[in-house]
């Protein structure tokens, strides 16, 4: 602190301010500490978690007749792909014409759409995905983000297929 004689009266003037601009900050601060800590809101009472049921899922349209045979050229069942990665494609239980296609933990169920190439397309009914099988391997792709889930999945169909290619040559 510092220390004023009584003959030097700029250095006590000085001394003064100081004091009184400390006092005065030191108010401030413990002023908006009292009102930080009277607007601040209470701590809410521990919510009880409600687990809802998932909704009914909706109904998909009646297939027509080019969807059911499109449904009868995919190829049902577990697909082996690159990187020990699998899939499985089954009819969908509920909805004739409509198959269901699993990956790990994930399910979609999917529309068969026949191309014009031939090659057997299955869309997914919320749009998320796409299941392209052609004559020697299938892919699995992710509409929304633009890439591939899982590629060179291979049905034991398709293997036959480029077996018999493989055995014309």
């Given at each position: 602190m510092l220390r004023a004689s009584s003959t030097d009266a700029p250095?006590?003037?000085?001394?003064?301010?100081?004091?009184?601009?400390l006092a005065i900050a030191a108010a401030l601060c413990l002023g908006a500490t009292a009102a930080v800590a009277q607007t601040a809101p209470a701590k809410p009472a521990a919510k009880k978690v409600v687990k809802k049921a998932a909704p009914a899922a909706a109904?998909?349209?009646?297939?027509?007749a080019e969807q059911l045979a499109a449904a009868e050229r995919a190829h049902l069942g577990a697909y082996q792909c690159e990187f020990s990665e699998s899939i499985d494609v089954s009819m969908n239980p509920k909805s004739n014409g409509?198959?269901?296609v699993r990956?790990?933990?994930?399910?979609?169920?999917?529309k068969p759409v026949v191309s014009s190439t031939g090659a057997v397309r299955?869309?997914?009914?919320?749009?998320?995905?796409?299941?392209?099988?052609?004559?020697?391997?299938?892919?699995l792709m992710d509409q929304?983000?633009?890439?591939r889930?899982?590629?060179?999945?291979?049905?034991?169909k398709q293997k036959?297929?480029?077996?018999?290619?493989?055995?014309a040559k």
């Amino acid at each position: 602190m510092l220390r004023a004689s009584s003959t030097d009266a700029p250095l006590r003037d000085t001394a003064m301010n100081l004091k009184s601009t400390l006092a005065i900050a030191a108010a401030l601060c413990l002023g908006a500490t009292a009102a930080v800590a009277q607007t601040a809101p209470a701590k809410p009472a521990a919510k009880k978690v409600v687990k809802k049921a998932a909704p009914a899922a909706a109904a998909l349209p009646a297939a027509d007749a080019e969807q059911l045979a499109a449904a009868e050229r995919a190829h049902l069942g577990a697909y082996q792909c690159e990187f020990s990665e699998s899939i499985d494609v089954s009819m969908n239980p509920k909805s004739n014409g409509y198959v269901d296609v699993r990956h790990k933990k994930q399910v979609w169920t999917m529309k068969p759409v026949v191309s014009s190439t031939g090659a057997v397309r299955l869309e997914d009914v919320k749009g998320q995905t796409l299941l392209l099988q052609i004559a020697n391997k299938s892919m699995l792709m992710d509409q929304k983000a633009g890439r591939r889930v899982v590629d060179g999945c291979i049905h034991e169909k398709q293997k036959e297929s480029a077996a018999a290619v493989a055995a014309a040559k």
